[in-house]
Structures are given as structure tokens and as C-alpha cells.
């Protein structure tokens, strides 16, 4: 599995590469954030940087929790019932922005 052994700097390389391209989407969801809380944009982004650090460290102890007791199989059942959740909660409790409460 762990065949390669890249140098250091290809590892930094690699790894700044990663946050660069995971850290793009960054402006449109504060953007998004602002639009959806049109009254209290300031709860809606600190609810969105809490929430952001909350799943930082819930999901990596659910995850190792999850790992350790099923394997694998058990983190993917993880992940189906956690995009599944989100998918309702967005479905079912988001309104558009612009629409009337």
C-alpha cells in the first residue's frame, strides 16, 4: 500500500497543493452564508466557522471511533448516514434566499 517514498519537499508540495484546492470554495460559502442569514449575517458566518471546527474534530473522533470498532465498512456506513442527514436538513430546513419566511 505505502510503496512510495516521496521526498520532503514533494510532500509539502503535494500537501500545498491539497489546501490550495480545498480552500477555493472557501469565498462562495461565506458568500452563501451571508445570503441565506439576510438579517443576522454575522450568526450565520460564526455559526459556519463553529460548525466547520465542530466537524473538524466530531467527524475525526466518530471516524477513529467508527474504524476501530467495524473497519472500514463501518466508516462508509458513517459517512452514508452523515451525507444523508445533511441532505434533509438541507431539503427540509433551508429556505431559498430571497424567499418569504
Known sequence: MFTLEPSIWATVAIAFAAVTLLS????????????????SRA???GMMGASNRLGGVGGAALGGAFLAIGGYTAVGVLC??????SSLVMLLAMREPGATP
Open 24 to 39: 477555493i470554495g472557501w469565498p462562495v460559502f461565506i458568500t452563501f452564508a451571508t445570503d441565506v442569514g439576510s438579517q
Open 43 to 45: 450568526t450565520a458566518v
Open 80 to 85: 452514508l448516514g452523515v451525507v444523508t442527514f
